[in-house]
């Protein structure tokens, strides 16, 4: 079983003496691989308990959002945009507000 990683890991292995293994994915695999990654990281997110830790593991999460968007050929920067429009039109979730129904 593999896992992708960030892309300096396989010279911190090296350099501690040890021998990774490792391949480039193909762009289909590496867009699904991303898709895992996407989710493994959200999983860490929700079971973070220190604010240490949320930050660390939001971070992974943004890193991961920047190489999905380059596979569509964009950067994290066009989502920040496309973030701060939408914000901007519908607003963010800063007022924790929770909608429980709409009466017709």
Not at 11 to 23: E, F, K, N, Q
Not at 41 to 63: G, M
Not at 94 to 101: D, E, H, I, Y
Request: glycine residues 8%; hydrophobic residues 45%; negative net charge.
């Amino acid at each position: 079983m593999g896992n992708l990683v960030r892309d300096r890991v396989p010279d911190i292995i090296r350099a501690s003496g040890r021998t990774p293994h490792v391949m480039t994915l193909r762009p289909g695999e590496y867009r699904a691989t991303l898709d895992v990654k996407l989710r493994e990281e959200v999983d860490e997110l929700i079971a973070a308990q220190s604010t240490e830790a949320v930050i660390e593991e939001a971070a992974d999460i943004v890193e991961v959002l920047a190489a999905v968007a380059g596979t569509q050929g964009h950067t994290l920067e066009n989502i920040v945009a496309v973030a701060e429009r939408k914000c901007a039109a519908r607003g963010g979730f800063s007022m924790r507000l929770w909608l429980s129904g709409v009466d017709h």
